[in-house]
């Protein structure tokens, strides 16, 4: 652990080089002589020792910076890697650069917990650029690495020195300390820090040098600075003020801010600053006999600057002394309460203070004086900054909430709720927290509280209706939850301000449900929320309602004594009262109620397992009450019924209707009653009524039925009256049948009725029952029988068999007898069956062959073929292949004429179409023209309104002044866009310019360019398109660098030879991988790799190991760890062998090579499968690869430049997808989650197996354990060769995005590509810089667009604008900002499409071969001319003739329906002639076509020849393709058509534009008489119109002469057009018509003076001017 302490000397026997305590009585100039090996471990000890000091300077001073203590300095190290305490020190220093919401885990919890993560790298990169921000020169910046991974930390602490000291010299950051010597270490600490440094080689920067190396870096006179620096320390050493101030005014010491009033305080502060600095250089090593040893061993690097000042510190002393000064003239003002003095010298640039606003001057000084009375003293620089900061917030927080507040306000009356929630939000509020969702509540409710109080709403109205108001939203969200916690806990919130809730849980539900039904009211009008009157009211509802329920618990409970009590009249009192509520309470039946309830009461308490009383509930009671009137009212009914019953059947005229009338009543119940036993019923229960007639004396009223709970009920039958108790002296009738005796009656006879009717309607089941059982009996008697004959089988069987034997020897000796009498005609059969056997053989053979007669004449075939195939090789390979070769094949070109027309038509297309284009080019100029005059019109308004407004005013005036830059409406600006515009569109079309220039400019330039400029200019292949143009620079790029090789270091190497495609970096394949991992191919590879992918990350079982090493570690650790005992094996082994010498290993390591082997078959087959979804860009140049390949290296073997391809589309384009699989966004990993190490273990073992697959490489050597995988390797191999070759199966551009040289002139709107200013600049400048390399011919059209442009323009000139104004600086940040303006270009082509001028040529070139075609089939010979010179003879004229008619009748098939060739049948005459009068022909047109140089008689005419052959090894490609071009040229010309139609549409549109322009122009007056002032001809005199000087010179006549002359104009019936009229004393001489547009179009072209009637000169300037006045009112 490292100590302060300044005091320490050496006499006390310190060392301070290494913290160990040396012996005081040695002589400490006198050491002891030591070993070499000794003064190299003393020199390393020196050296940490030296280092960990530097470590506590660099941990102090950043502790001072950022004020927050750091980890020990041992732990320093460590402690940094995470670039948070950086970050925090660049946000103290450059906190615009790095805000403290960005450096990532802040408070270091995330590395505490999970350690380093790669985001952590964030951090050390924001502090890189606050660097950058400051100026702190690169030289001494670290790597992001040499931090995070710990690489190269002394260069960290070397460049925080370096920091440290620069910004003391600007004056934002303390002075570093020098502790050297001044910190004690322990022995361990210091051994631990050299083995570190010795461990990593890393060799230790000089920090002496710190100082130097700054002022090196200033771009100044480094020798005179230096002088000036060391005048500066003499001066200060010999401690005179005047002396040292004249070395500070020094200009060379490039020193500022030196106020020479406070020369004496410099002189201090140096002075003090000088001893230091000499104190801590002797204190470094005072043994001067060492150092002199030192010195000559070349172990010390000595320093001037050691114990001199640095001009980086002297700048930082004088801004320390300055900023002392300053802060006490502050304290000083701040004393006398003087604003002005305060402001002023907190606006001191010397003190650096930031953020100073002097509208918050009263703020500053409150701010400031409670913080010096809080302090009591005087305030310094870093407390003067807080308070500045703590006052503009709030002033800033003041400002923002009165604004904030009318905002509101003004919403609020705008009725906007989606405005006022915004505004309600807004934290210059300071508002209670706003809910989104409560919007509509905030609006409605604050309105109506603003339109209650007729005025606005201040903050604190607004703070307590907020508060209520969000409240009320949290209730209402708690209803959308359905929980009734939720709810009473948002009501019982008491922001909500509501009375009487009851915190009691019970009424939880209740007002969930209440508030619930009141919303859902409200919704059904369209309204979502409750106020806060509306849960108020629901609030008391819920009271209420449960106030009520607690009075009927005590009602009930009444009820329950009462019937306890057993007094139905007491029963009855209680079921009646008011807040029992309960309905149908009838008073006569108590006696019911009170039984009923009592009995439910002992039914409940049998029931329950509570020993206590059970209560009944109200529902119970409610029941119960019911059932008890269900039951009077049920025996009612039933008790008259039966009375009604007893008295029919006591009446003597009771009849089977009349009986069944009272018995079948629903009151009764009677049940089993059937109306066929009507009679029957009456004669039973009449006998049944005399029976009980005769029991009994008593004869009462009253009958008693009971009830099935057994309770009874008494009916008097007389007069209908009940009772559930009999009335006192009442008597029961004992002669009534009661309903039970009827039922008994009258279900015996229903019983006995349907029992007849059941026999009488089964008698077939009856019989059949009887069946089932008769049958039943014969099959036991059968099955008797057969257990009988089963018994018996043996002898049964061998009685069958004696008998069969017997009768087939009888049959077999009488048919013996039959043949032995029948031998001749048995001969006789037996011959006619061997002829038939020998007849069915050979049809079989004959048959056979005629089943493979194709064979047989494919074998004949052969033999003929033979010859046939050398003469056709001739043909085929021979580059001028002899006649009579050619005219045996001639029958492959028999054909009608359509291939003919077809050649016609596509010639004559092909002319149509170049002329369309240059018809459309032509439209196209017209409109631009028409662009031109439309802006002219405009522009000429817009000027002259200026012109009116400058005259009326006389001011001066900018408004008519045209923009300057390059789309402004001036001919030089117009040509310079048309040019760039021109430029690009070469550019874009023709790729050879591009791929040339990416190889002529310097390869570190290529990359940017790439970026800035080539994807620019292609839009991001953002169409069909651009994608085309941009895959086709690619393939000329590819073949460029490969097939022309440029030499040169400056140039960059290219690919000298094939196998440096995989070892080097080319550029194009670079490029090419770059594009296509882009959007388009981001899908590709996403949907391609990853599932795969996916599923190895997801199984947590797969954790592939290979190597020996670490799977021996992991092993011992494991077995350690189960058994807990130390192992006997070595922990570490040294090579693969000797871990692999264990069984474990070597089971475990194959273990993960089956697994591996097992997940890349399944990789390389998903991307085998998967070959139609990589991009068709990245296919095509893997095809362009091969195919240059092949022709460079013809003699190299296709299995290595599959190799090449595949390294293309596996190892460059998959593999590092595979590899990481998160940077390539193939998987979503959470930026906290990252990838495991055990993940990317796995995937990088099958990228690498995947690599040796494409490769074709084997394991071995150190990777000789992977040997098992060398045999799917090998086999994997050729199915990747196969799929290299699928790949490149593409077709090319032209077929795949069916484009063609004319499709750019179909098209009706033109490409347009956006491009910064600069990238323009660059790429102009880059061409005109490489112009030879790029257009070597001179008379390429690029020189033109170049020397058009001329030298590159300056930003004002494209932008248009200058920054005005502004120091040097300032403008030249301006011009940095503008340089990055967009333009667009619309791309135009300057060169039209070149005619062919041999079209006629090849016409008569192609009907001579056609004619030649059919001689030469009629007539052989060994050349053309003997063809032409031999006669033809008879048989040969008959067969032309022959084949002529032949000819005729296919093309009257072929055309019969198609009369799209009658046009060509004229050209097709020729063939019709005699043969004679063809060669004639034949000999003419070979005439023509030589003098053409198309032909040649020297060579016997072989180009005709060799064209025939062409066409007949060529026949079918050519016919296909020439369909394809036919379509291709077909729909082009009819977009050319459509393109011609839109032009003129446009055209006309323009003309009635312009038209319509120019009659808005003449201006309407109110009066008739102005107007039609306005349109009358006006007149002026030659001499007139010379004095305004419209006229400058009319031919002939002298100036005395022009009074003579008169000029009258007039407009005309056409819109803009004026007539002028010249008269010479009264004599008309001349007309001429003027055109108003084509005045301004001249005046466009800068053209000031024309000429009228051939000889006056004309102002052209004047003239519009003078129309516009007299015509237009301007």
């Known amino acids: 652990m490292a100590t302060t302490n300044g005091d320490t000397d050496l006499a006390d026997g310190h060392n301070p080089q290494?913290?160990?305590?040396?012996?005081?009585?040695?002589?400490?100039?006198?050491?002891?002589?030591?070993?070499?090996?000794?003064?190299?471990?003393?020199?390393?000890?020196?050296?940490?020792?030296?280092?960990?000091?530097?470590?506590?300077?660099?941990?102090?001073?950043?502790?001072?910076?950022?004020?927050?203590?750091?980890?020990?300095?041992?732990?320093?190290?460590?402690?940094?890697?995470?670039?948070?305490?950086?970050?925090?020190?660049?946000?103290?220093?450059?906190?615009?650069?790095?805000?403290?919401?960005?450096?990532?885990?802040?408070?270091?919890?995330?590395?505490?917990?999970?350690?380093?993560?790669?985001?952590?790298?964030?951090?050390?990169?924001?502090?890189?650029?606050?660097?950058?921000?400051?100026?702190?020169?690169?030289?001494?910046?670290?790597?992001?690495?040499?931090?995070?991974?710990?690489?190269?930390?002394?260069?960290?602490?070397?460049?925080?020195?370096?920091?440290?000291?620069?910004?003391?010299?600007?004056?934002?950051?303390?002075?570093?300390?020098?502790?050297?010597?001044?910190?004690?270490?322990?022995?361990?600490?210091?051994?631990?820090?050299?083995?570190?440094?010795?461990?990593?080689?890393?060799?230790?920067?000089?920090?002496?040098?710190?100082?130097?190396?700054?002022?090196?870096?200033?771009?100044?006179?480094?020798?005179?600075?230096?002088?000036?620096?060391?005048?500066?320390?003499?001066?200060?050493?010999?401690?005179?003020?005047?002396?040292?101030?004249?070395?500070?005014?020094?200009?060379?010491?490039?020193?500022?801010?030196?106020?020479?009033?406070?020369?004496?305080?410099?002189?201090?502060?140096?002075?003090?600053?000088?001893?230091?600095?000499?104190?801590?250089?002797?204190?470094?090593?005072?043994?001067?006999?060492?150092?002199?040893?030192?010195?000559?061993?070349?172990?010390?690097?000595?320093?001037?600057?050691?114990?001199?000042?640095?001009?980086?510190?002297?700048?930082?002393?004088?801004?320390?002394?300055?900023?002392?000064l300053e802060v006490a003239s502050l304290n000083e003002a701040l004393e006398n309460q003087n604003?002005?003095?305060?402001?002023?010298?907190?606006?001191?640039?010397?003190?650096?203070?930031?953020?100073?606003?002097?509208?918050?001057?009263?703020?500053?000084?409150?701010?400031?004086?409670?913080?010096?009375?809080?302090?009591?003293?005087?305030?310094?620089?870093?407390?003067?900054?807080?308070?500045?900061?703590?006052?503009?917030?709030?002033?800033?927080?003041?400002?923002?909430?009165?604004?904030?507040?009318?905002?509101?306000?003004?919403?609020?009356?705008?009725?906007?709720?989606?405005?006022?929630?915004?505004?309600?939000?807004?934290?210059e509020a300071n508002l209670p927290k706003v809910h989104d969702n409560g919007e509509q509540l905030y609006q409605s409710e604050l309105k109506e509280i603003r339109d209650t109080n007729e005025e606005d709403l201040n903050h604190q109205q607004l703070s307590v209706a907020v508060q209520v108001l969000s409240a009320v939203v949290l209730i209402n969200d708690a209803l959308n939850t359905g929980s009734s916690d939720e709810t009473i806990n948002a009501l019982l919130n008491p922001d909500a301000a509501l009375d009487d809730v009851e915190s009691d849980l019970s009424y939880a539900e209740r007002y969930y449900s209440t508030l619930t039904a009141a919303r859902q009211t409200k919704a059904e009008d369209g309204i979502n929320f409750l106020t806060q009157e509306e849960v108020q009211q629901c609030i008391e509802i819920v009271n209420q309602t449960v106030h009520e329920e607690q009075e009927r618990i005590l009602a009930i409970t009444a009820i329950n004594e009462a019937i306890d009590e057993g007094d139905a009249d007491m029963t009855l009192s209680a079921l009646q009262m008011q807040y029992a509520k309960l309905n149908d309470v009838e008073p006569h039946e108590a006696v019911l109620y009170q039984k009923q309830l009592h009995a439910e009461k002992e039914k409940k308490a049998a029931n329950s397992e509570d020993e206590s009383d059970p209560m009944l509930w109200l529902d119970e009671i409610q029941s119960t009450v019911n059932s008890c009137n269900k039951t009077a009212a049920d025996f009612n009914k039933l008790a008259y019924g039966v009375a009604l019953i007893n008295t029919v059947l006591s009446s003597p005229d009771a009849t089977p209707e009349s009986v069944m009338k009272v018995i079948t009543?629903?009151?009764?119940?009677?049940?089993?009653?059937?109306?066929?036993?009507?009679?029957?019923?009456?004669?039973?229960?009449?006998?049944?009524?005399?029976?009980?007639?005769?029991?009994?004396?008593?004869?009462?009223?009253?009958?008693?039925?009971?009830?099935?709970?057994?309770?009874?009920?008494?009916?008097?039958?007389?007069?209908?009256?009940?009772?559930?108790?009999?009335?006192?002296?009442?008597?029961?009738?004992?002669?009534?049948?009661?309903?039970?005796?009827?039922?008994?009656?009258?279900?015996?006879?229903?019983?006995?009725?349907?029992?007849?009717?059941?026999?009488?309607?089964?008698?077939?089941?009856?019989?059949?029952?009887?069946?089932?059982?008769?049958?039943?009996?014969?099959?036991?008697?059968?099955?008797?029988?057969?257990?009988?004959?089963?018994?018996q089988l043996p002898a049964?069987?061998?009685?069958?068999?004696?008998?069969?034997?017997?009768?087939?020897?009888?049959?077999?000796?009488?048919?013996?007898?039959?043949?032995?009498?029948?031998?001749?005609?048995?001969?006789?059969?037996?011959?006619?069956?061997?002829?038939?056997?020998?007849?069915?053989?050979?049809?079989?053979?004959?048959?056979?062959?005629?089943?493979?007669?194709?064979?047989?004449?494919?074998?004949?075939?052969?033999?003929?073929?033979?010859?046939?195939?050398?003469?056709?090789?001739?043909?085929?390979?021979?580059?001028?292949?002899?006649?009579?070769?050619?005219?045996?094949?001639?029958?492959?070109?028999?054909?009608?004429?359509?291939?003919?027309?077809?050649?016609?038509?596509?010639?004559?297309?092909?002319?149509?179409?170049?002329?369309?284009?240059?018809?459309?080019?032509?439209?196209?100029?017209?409109?631009?023209?028409?662009?031109?005059?439309?802006?002219?019109?405009?522009?000429?308004?817009?000027?002259?309104?200026?012109?009116?407004?400058?005259?009326?005013?006389?001011?001066?005036?900018?408004?008519?002044?045209?923009?300057?830059?390059?789309?402004?409406?001036?001919?030089?600006?117009?040509?310079?866009?048309?040019?760039?515009?021109?430029?690009?569109?070469?550019?874009?079309?023709?790729?050879?310019y591009l791929a040339k220039l990416i190889f002529a400019m310097p390869q570190v330039k290529t990359t940017k360019f790439l970026e800035s400029v080539i994807l620019s200019l292609y839009n991001y292949a953002a169409n069909q398109r651009e994608e085309y143009l941009l895959l086709k620079l690619f393939k000329t790029a590819l073949e460029e660098e490969i097939n022309h090789l440029l030499i040169g270091a400056e140039k960059g190497s290219k690919v000298d030879k094939m196998m440096e495609i995989i070892t080097g970096n080319p550029m194009v394949i670079k490029m090419v991988v770059t594009f296509n991992r882009g959007a388009k191919g981001q899908s590709s590879l996403r949907s391609i790799l990853q599932p795969l992918v996916k599923e190895i990350m997801d199984d947590k079982n797969i954790n592939i190991n290979t190597n020996p090493i670490d799977v021996y570690k992991t092993w011992i650790n494991q077995q350690e760890t189960e058994t807990g005992e130390a192992t006997d094996l070595p922990y570490e082994v040294s090579t693969a062998a000797a871990a692999m010498g264990h069984n474990e290993v070597t089971n475990r390591v194959q273990e993960s090579i089956t697994k591996l082997s097992s997940l890349s078959d399944k990789f390389l087959s998903s991307i085998i499968a998967a070959i139609d979804d990589i991009p068709y860009g990245m296919r095509y140049i893997a095809k362009t690869l091969r195919n240059s390949l092949t022709e460079k290296f013809p003699d190299a073997a296709s299995d290595d430049i599959l190799k090449i391809v595949g390294n293309l589309i596996y190892y460059r384009f998959m593999n590092p997808a595979i590899v990481a699989p998160d940077a390539f966004d193939i998987v979503d990993v959470g930026a906290q989650k990252g990838m495991t190490t055990e993940q990317r273990r796995n995937l990088g073992s099958i990228a690498k197996v995947l690599q040796s697959v494409a490769s074709g490489k084997t394991f071995g050597g150190d990777s000789d354990h992977l040997s098992g995988l060398n045999k799917f390797v090998l086999n994997a191999h050729e199915r990747f060769k196969a799929f290299c070759i699928k790949v490149c199966d593409v077709p090319e551009l032209d077929d795949r995005f069916n484009i063609n040289e004319y499709s750019d002139f179909v098209n009706p709107t033109k490409p347009v590509v956006y491009m910064s200013v600069q990238e323009i600049l660059d790429t102009h400048a880059l061409?005109?810089?490489?112009?030879?390399?790029?257009?070597?011919?001179?008379?390429?059209?690029?020189?033109?667009?170049?020397?058009?442009?001329?030298?590159?323009?300056?930003?004002?000139?494209?932008?248009?604008?200058?920054?005005?104004?502004?120091?040097?600086?300032?403008?030249?940040?301006?011009?940095?900002?503008?340089?990055?303006?967009?333009?667009?270009?619309?791309?135009?082509?300057?060169?039209?499409?070149?005619?062919?001028?041999?079209?006629?040529?090849?016409?008569?070139?192609?009907?001579?071969?056609?004619?030649?075609?059919?001689?030469?089939?009629?007539?052989?010979?060994?050349?053309?001319?003997?063809?032409?010179?031999?006669?033809?003879?008879?048989?040969?004229?008959?067969?032309?003739?022959?084949?002529?008619?032949?000819?005729?009748?296919?093309?009257?098939?072929?055309?019969?329906?198609?009369?799209?060739?009658?046009?060509?049948?004229?050209?097709?005459?020729?063939?019709?002639?005699?043969?004679?009068?063809?060669?004639?022909?034949?000999?003419?047109?070979?005439?023509?076509?030589?003098?053409?140089?198309?032909?040649?008689?020297?060579?016997?005419?072989?180009?005709?020849?060799?064209?025939?052959?062409?066409?007949?090894?060529?026949?079918?490609?050519?016919?296909?393709?020439?369909?394809?071009?036919?379509?291709?040229?077909?729909?082009?010309?009819?977009?050319?058509?459509?393109?011609?139609?839109?032009?003129?549409?446009?055209?006309?549109?323009y003309n009635k534009y312009i038209e319509t322009c120019m009659l808005n122009l003449q201006t309407k007056t109110k009066k008739s008489k102005e107007s039609k002032k306005k349109n009358e001809a006006i007149k002026y005199t030659g001499a007139r119109l010379h004095e305004k000087g419209i006229i400058l010179e009319i031919e002939g006549l002298s100036e005395n002469q022009f009074k003579n002359v008169l000029f009258e104009i007039s407009p005309v019936a056409l819109a803009g057009t004026f007539e002028v009229t010249a008269h010479f004393l009264g004599v008309k001489m001349d007309t001429v018509q003027i055109v108003f547009s084509d005045l301004l179009q001249l005046q466009y072209d800068g053209v000031a003076v024309m000429k009228m009637f051939s000889r006056a000169k004309v102002n052209v300037n004047l003239l519009i001017f003078l129309l516009n006045k007299k015509f237009y009112g301007k």
């Open 665 to 791: 009543d629903s009151g009764v119940g009677l049940h089993s009653i059937t109306a066929e036993c009507g009679a029957e019923y009456l004669k039973e229960l009449t006998a049944a009524k005399k029976a009980k007639d005769l029991e009994g004396d008593e004869d009462g009223d009253w009958v008693c039925h009971t009830t099935k709970d057994g309770h009874n009920y008494y009916y008097n039958i007389k007069t209908n009256e009940s009772a559930w108790v009999l009335p006192e002296g009442a008597a029961l009738n004992c002669h009534q049948l009661t309903k039970e005796e009827i039922q008994a009656i009258l279900t015996r006879v229903t019983s006995a009725h349907d029992r007849q009717l059941l026999f009488k309607s089964n008698e077939d089941k009856i019989i059949t029952l009887q069946a089932h059982t008769r049958g039943m009996i014969a099959r036991k008697s059968f099955h008797e029988r057969m257990d009988f004959i089963r018994r």
């Open 18 to 324: 290494n913290g160990a305590v040396y012996d005081p009585t040695a002589d400490p100039y006198v050491p002891e002589r030591q070993s070499a090996d000794d003064m190299d471990e003393q020199r390393n000890k020196n050296i940490a020792y030296q280092y960990l000091c530097h470590l506590e300077e660099a941990k102090k001073w950043i502790e001072a910076c950022i004020d927050e203590e750091m980890p020990p300095t041992t732990e320093l190290e460590e402690g940094l890697r995470n670039g948070v305490y950086l970050a925090k020190l660049g946000h103290y220093y450059a906190p615009s650069k790095v805000p403290l919401k960005r450096i990532y885990d802040r408070e270091q919890t995330k590395y505490t917990s999970k350690g380093l993560h790669f985001r952590h790298t964030d951090n050390i990169n924001y502090w890189l650029r606050s660097m950058e921000d400051v100026g702190l020169p690169q030289i001494f910046y670290p790597e992001t690495t040499d931090v995070y991974d710990r690489k190269n930390m002394p260069r960290v602490v070397y460049c925080v020195h370096a920091l440290s000291l620069y910004l003391f010299k600007l004056g934002k950051a303390p002075q570093i300390q020098n502790l050297y010597g001044k910190v004690d270490f322990t022995e361990e600490e210091i051994s631990i820090m050299q083995m570190e440094l010795e461990k990593y080689g890393i060799q230790m920067p000089a920090f002496g040098k710190i100082g130097g190396i700054l002022a090196e870096n200033m771009s100044v006179d480094e020798a005179a600075l230096h002088a000036a620096v060391i005048a500066i320390n003499e001066a200060v050493e010999r401690e005179n003020a005047d002396e040292t101030l004249g070395a500070l005014q020094n200009a060379n010491a490039l020193l500022v801010n030196v106020d020479p009033e406070d020369k004496q305080e410099y002189q201090n502060e140096l002075f003090s600053a000088k001893e230091e600095k000499k104190e801590n250089a002797l204190n470094k090593d005072p043994k001067k006999l060492a150092e002199e040893q030192s010195l000559r061993e070349g172990e010390v690097d000595s320093d001037v600057y050691d114990t001199l000042l640095t001009q980086a510190e002297i700048q930082g002393n004088i801004n320390k002394v300055n900023i002392a």
């Open 1327 to 1549: 061409l005109m810089e490489h112009e030879e390399i790029v257009a070597p011919e001179t008379d390429d059209r690029l020189h033109e667009l170049l020397s058009d442009l001329g030298d590159p323009p300056s930003i004002q000139d494209l932008i248009g604008h200058a920054p005005v104004d502004t120091n040097e600086q300032q403008a030249e940040a301006l011009l940095t900002n503008l340089a990055k303006s967009e333009i667009s270009l619309t791309l135009t082509n300057k060169f039209e499409i070149a005619g062919d001028d041999d079209t006629d040529m090849v016409q008569l070139f192609i009907r001579t071969k056609r004619l030649l075609v059919d001689v030469i089939r009629v007539q052989p010979g060994e050349t053309v001319p003997q063809v032409l010179k031999t006669p033809a003879t008879e048989e040969q004229k008959d067969e032309h003739i022959a084949l002529v008619s032949k000819r005729v009748k296919q093309d009257e098939k072929a055309t019969k329906d198609d009369d799209k060739l009658q046009r060509t049948m004229s050209v097709l005459h020729d063939s019709k002639l005699p043969l004679e009068s063809i060669k004639r022909k034949i000999e003419k047109n070979l005439a023509t076509l030589e003098e053409a140089k198309h032909v040649s008689s020297s060579d016997n005419y072989q180009a005709m020849v060799t064209s025939i052959a062409h066409d007949i090894r060529n026949q079918r490609r050519y016919r296909n393709q020439r369909k394809q071009e036919l379509l291709k040229l077909r729909a082009t010309m009819n977009g050319l058509e459509s393109k011609s139609g839109f032009y003129q549409e446009q055209i006309d549109f």
């Open 796 to 992: 049964i069987i061998k009685l069958q068999s004696w008998l069969k034997g017997v009768t087939q020897r009888r049959i077999y000796k009488d048919r013996l007898e039959y043949l032995n009498t029948q031998e001749e005609a048995t001969i006789k059969v037996q011959s006619l069956a061997r002829m038939m056997a020998a007849r069915n053989k050979y049809k079989k053979r004959q048959q056979y062959f005629r089943d493979h007669v194709k064979e047989v004449v494919q074998i004949q075939a052969f033999f003929r073929s033979n010859q046939a195939r050398n003469d056709y090789h001739i043909l085929i390979s021979s580059n001028n292949p002899p006649l009579k070769v050619v005219r045996k094949y001639m029958h492959l070109l028999d054909r009608n004429e359509m291939d003919l027309s077809e050649e016609l038509e596509l010639h004559g297309l092909k002319a149509k179409v170049v002329k369309q284009i240059r018809s459309n080019v032509q439209l196209e100029n017209d409109l631009s023209a028409m662009d031109i005059k439309i802006g002219l019109l405009v522009k000429n308004r817009i000027t002259l309104q200026d012109v009116v407004t400058h005259s009326k005013k006389l001011k001066t005036a900018d408004m008519g002044r045209p923009a300057s830059g390059i789309k402004s409406l001036s001919k030089e600006k117009r040509h310079m866009l048309e040019s760039y515009q021109h430029l690009f569109y070469q550019l874009q079309t023709n790729p050879n």
């Open 339 to 427: 604003a002005n003095v305060v402001l002023k010298a907190l606006s001191n640039k010397i003190l650096g203070l930031k953020n100073v606003d002097p509208d918050n001057i009263e703020w500053y000084m409150k701010e400031l004086q409670a913080a010096r009375d809080a302090k009591g003293q005087r305030l310094d620089k870093d407390e003067i900054q807080a308070s500045i900061n703590a006052a503009n917030a709030k002033a800033k927080s003041q400002k923002d909430l009165s604004k904030a507040v009318a905002d509101i306000n003004a919403a609020i009356c705008a009725e906007n709720s989606a405005e006022t929630l915004k505004a309600l939000k807004r934290p």
